[in-house]
C-alpha cells in the first residue's frame, strides 16, 4: 500500500511509489512471523502490542479481497490516516481502532479538512451513533461496507 501525497482526484496520481507499507495476505502468515513465545500468548487471546497490527493486516485483507485500492495519508509525523480508499466514487478515509478508544485527532482533522461526505471508523465497539459524516462500526462489519 502507497503513501499519498495530497488528497485529490484521482488518487492513483498522487501515490508515491517510494514509499509503502507492506500487509500479509494471510493474517495468519503474519503471525507465524512471530517467535513463539508471542504466538502462545496471541493464541490465549493476549494481542499485547501487536493488536494494532494484526487489526490493520485483517483491515487491508478485507479490501484486498474486495478490490478496493488502498492508500494511507501521513500528513505529518504525528498522524496518520491507516487507510484512504474510494466508496463509490467519494474519497474515503477509514480509520482502524484495535480496542473500544475510538479517539483520533488526525482522523477528525481529515474529515474536516478534505470535506468527507462519509468516514468509517471500526473498533472493537458496537455500532455507534454517526456524526453525519464518521460512521461508527465494528471490525467485523468492514467487508459489508464495499
Not at 107 to 113: C, E, G, L
Amino acid at each position: 500500500m502507497h503513501r499519498l501525497k495530497c488528497i485529490d482526484f484521482p488518487l492513483e496520481a498522487y501515490e508515491q511509489l517510494s514509499i509503502f507499507k507492506v500487509y500479509m495476505f494471510d493474517t495468519g502468515l503474519l503471525i507465524s512471523l512471530f517467535n513463539e513465545a508471542v504466538i502462545a500468548k496471541i493464541h490465549t487471546g493476549d494481542l499485547g502490542i501487536f493488536k494494532g497490527a494484526i487489526y490493520e493486516n485483517m483491515a487491508a485483507q478485507i479490501m484486498y479481497a474486495n478490490h478496493k485500492a488502498m492508500y494511507y495519508f501521513e500528513p505529518n509525523t504525528s498522524s496518520e490516516i491507516d487507510f484512504v480508499t474510494y466508496c463509490g466514487t467519494e474519497i474515503t478515509p477509514i480509520e482502524i481502532k484495535s480496542g473500544v478508544n475510538t479517539r483520533s485527532k488526525s482522523f477528525d482533522i481529515f474529515v474536516i479538512q478534505y470535506h468527507s461526505k462519509i468516514a468509517y471508523r471500526f473498533s472493537e465497539k458496537n455500532i455507534g451513533e454517526s456524526d453525519g459524516v464518521i460512521r461508527y462500526l465494528p471490525i467485523y462489519l468492514l467487508p459489508f461496507i464495499f
